[in-house]
T-cell receptor
Framework: GAVVSQHPSWVICKSGTSVKIECRSL??????MFWYRQFPKQSLMLMATSNEGSKATYEQGVEKDKFLINHASLTLSTLTVTSAHPEDSSFYICSARTSGSMNEQFFGPGTRLTVL | QKEVEQDPGPLSVPEGAIVSLNCTYSNSAFQYFMWYRQYSRKGPELLMYTYSSGNKEDGRFTAQVDKSSKYISLFIRDSQPSDSATYLCAMLYSSASKIIFGSGTRLSIRP
């Protein structure tokens, strides 16, 4: 199956700093990538949908100026958490969707962000 | 009311037992139904994908969709300790829409 990677897998940062998370589709081209956030023992909550070459579409309640998304190529999307605070600590997961008939999404392994 | 309801568990069963996981949903417009398995601190992986109503079987896993009752199920036969994970049901209105996830059920298979 298609493989999606994320980097880093775990990051610890100080409050007020910015953190960039990369999501790559390794063996396919993804016209659309998604960013999710998952708090402990909770489900995945969609943050934004990113289409290559265009601005991301953010879900209600997600601050677009705080969570910057760039989808510059068909294999790479980045999420930058700006001025991170302890409440931003969470598990961030990306997924990439192929353009095949099933439009299946493939999920990355996730990035654990801890803001001190 | 949430669009998708799923009992969070935890559910603990002995090895070899048949496991039944369920979700209910409120919007009859959902057409695609999925089950994902998520191990601790990992991304979800797709287990089963069903379009509309009916049953689908893949090895020890069987997915059932009852659109008239707005109820979907995942059955795991001959459960193994390696099946211990969180299982998330998920749904789509159309193949191009965003995925709506259930809250996930934590399953533990006791050796």
């Amino acid at each position: 199956g298609a493989v999606v990677s994320q980097h880093p897998s775990w990051v610890i940062c100080k409050s007020g700093t910015s953190v960039k998370i990369e999501c790559r589709s390794l063996d396919f081209q993804a016209t659309t990538m998604f960013w999710y956030r998952q708090f402990p023992k909770q489900s995945l909550m969609l943050m934004a949908t990113s289409n290559e070459g265009s601005k991301a579409t953010y879900e209600q309640g997600v601050e677009k100026d705080k969570f910057l998304i760039n989808h510059a190529s068909l294999t790479l999307s980045t999420l930058t958490v700006t001025s991170a605070h302890p409440e931003d600590s969470s598990f961030y997961i990306c997924s990439a969707r192929t353009s095949g008939s099933m439009n299946e999404q493939f999920f990355g392994p996730g990035t654990r962000l801890t803001v001190l | 009311q949430k669009e998708v309801e799923q009992d969070p568990g935890p559910l603990s069963v002995p090895e070899g037992a048949i496991v039944s996981l369920n979700c209910t949903y409120s919007n009859s417009a959902f057409q695609y139904f999925m089950w994902y398995r998520q191990y601790s601190r990992k991304g979800p992986e797709l287990l089963m994908y069903t379009y509309s109503s009916g049953n689908k079987e893949d090895g020890r896993f069987t997915a059932q969709v009852d659109k008239s009752s707005k109820y979907i199920s995942l059955f795991i036969r001959d459960s193994q300790p390696s099946d211990s994970a969180t299982y998330l049901c998920a749904m789509l209105y159309s193949s191009a829409s965003k995925i709506i996830f259930g809250s996930g059920t934590r399953l533990s298979i006791r050796p």
